[in-house]
């Protein structure tokens, strides 16, 4: 298989000195095409790190990073965030919609900087809203919206632009457990139907349950990486 992302000796130091706190240190990581991964671990065991260093949002201390074997290292803001847009779709746990956009236009918005056309934007968005069942709320703002129904445009958001690599930063911490469920199903099944690649960072058993492939982070190091039901019960 091709991995999708790869980390070789990846280190993230923030601060200088005697305040130096070093987030990650030594990591390397491989995700496969179509892998459905969680990355789990206590508070500040790196998880977020991890993410935002794959997601080309922050950049390595030391090491090399690769997403789609393209080194993210040397790049500028600017060809990190053409890349971006290009490759990865982001959930993050505040959802980050944008408050003066109604659901449809959050989901379209990465369409339209991409230079679709409107029609065809309008296509891919609404059977987007549809699929993740928000078509009747298309014109709501994020305001008139529940906390599950912002994740789900969120996602729609994440996916609308079909990209390689799905990032989602503890993606059911604000919804219930009823809901947290449906969305796992409904990125599974997105996963399934498009070959997309999942990386979450999360303390959710419900995610790391559903996972197929387990990182376990301890003090910004990799302790485990395999099947969930094959970790040592030390672990966690």
Known sequence: MVAIVELRNVTKTY?????????????????????????????GSGKSTLL?????LDQATTGDAYLDGEPLAGKTAAQLSRLRMR???????????????????????????QGMPAAQRREKV?????RVGLAGLAHRFPRQLSGGQQQRV??????VT????????????NVDSNTAEALLDLMLELNRERGAT??????????????????????????YDGAPADRPASDG
């Open 154 to 159: 969120a996602i729609a958001r994440a996916i």
């Open 126 to 130: 609404m059977a987007m809203l549809e």
């Open 15 to 43: 601060g200088e000195s005697e305040v130096a706190v070093q987030a990650l240190a030594g990591v390397d990581l491989r995700l496969e095409t179509g892998a459905f991964a969680a990355a789990a671990g206590p508070s």
């Open 198 to 223: 999942f990386l979450f960072s999360t303390h959710d058993a419900a995610v790391i349950a559903k996972a197929r492939q387990l990182i376990l982070l301890k003090d910004g190091q990799i302790v």
């Open 87 to 113: 490759r990865v779709g982001f959930i993050f746990q505040s959802y980050n919609l944008m408050p003066v956009l109604t659901a449809y236009e959050n989901a379209e918005y990465v369409l339209m900087l």
């Open 162 to 173: 079909e990209p390689a690599l799905v990032l989602a930063d503890e993606p059911t911490a």
């Open 52 to 56: 935002n260093i794959i997601g080309g």
